[in-house]
C-alpha cells in the first residue's frame, strides 16, 4: 500500500494535475472518478496504472471497475485516501485515479458541424463546449492558438468523457485551420453578425468559429470566416460561450434531423 506522497507513481499524478508542461511532455493525462475510468475502458483506453483507496470505493460498481481493471493486467495499487487527497484536483479525492495516454487522434467527417474555439481560456467553459459538442452530434473540435490546455483537469472534470469520444485537435497556426476547413463553409459567431443562427443551413458541411469572451474573435478568426452569425439576446449584454455554443450546436442537430424539410434555410 502507498502511505507516502513521496511514491513515484503519486508525484507522476501531482504532476499531471497541475504543470501543463508535464502532460504536454509525457502526453498523458490523469482520470479521476469510477465513471470516467468505466468510459475510458468502453473506448478502448488502458490506463497505465491506477491508484485507489478501498475505503472510499465500498460500492458494488467501483467494485466491478476493479476487477475489469485487473482483468486487463492494468497495474492497480492500493494508496491511503489521505495520499490520494493531497494530489486530487479536487477537495475530496474520489477514490480512484489512472494515469493513461492521450486518446489516438480521430478524423473529423466530412458532413456536420465543425467548431473551432478561439483563444477559450476558462477550463470549464472549454469542458462545457466538449460535453455539448459530443451531445448535439457535433464532427469535432478544433482549439486555435491561445486556448486552454484541452487535459487541464477542470476542462476534464467538465467534459464527462468527451476526450474519449470527440474528435479533438490542437493547431499550432491558423494556416491548419484553413487547411481543415477547406471543404467547408466558415461562419463566425458574433454578436453583430448579419445572419440569425437558425437562419443558416446548418445540413451542409459547415465549420463555427466562436470566440474569447474577454477579447472577442482575433483578426485571424474573422479573416478565416465567410460571414458572422449572431443569437438575438433580449437583454444581457452577451451569452457565455459554452451557453452560445449550445444554441448553435443544438440548432445544427435539429436542422439536420429534418434535412428533406421543403423550405430549408438559405444563406
Known sequence: MITSSSNARVKLIRAL?????????ARLWCLEGVRLLEEALDAHLQPLFVLYASERLTNPRAAALLARLRSQQIVCEEARAQVLDA???????AGIMAVAPWPPPRPFAADGLLLILDGLSDPGNLGTVLRTA???????????????????????????GAHL?????????????????????????DAHGEMLYDAVDWRT??????????????????RLAAGAVKIPIAQAESLNAAAAAAV???????????RDQPNPPRV
Open 248 to 258: 448553435f450546436c443544438f440548432e445544427a442537430a435539429r436542422q439536420r434531423r429534418h
Open 205 to 222: 458541411p459547415a465549420a463555427l468559429i466562436i470566440g474569447s469572451e474577454a477579447a472577442g474573435a482575433s483578426a485571424d478568426a474573422r
Open 87 to 93: 494530489v486530487s484536483a479536487t477537495t475530496t479525492a
Open 134 to 160: 459530443l451531445a448535439a452530434g457535433c464532427v469535432g473540435v478544433l482549439l486555435a492558438p491561445g486556448s486552454v490546455d484541452e487535459y487541464n483537469p477542470k476542462v476534464v472534470r467538465s467534459a464527462m
Open 165 to 189: 469520444r470527440l474528435p479533438l485537435r490542437r493547431l499550432e497556426t491558423w494556416q491548419e485551420a484553413a487547411a481543415v476547413v477547406a471543404d467547408r463553409r466558415v461562419w463566425l459567431a
Open 17 to 25: 494535475l497541475h504543470e501543463r508542461k508535464a502532460r504536454q511532455d
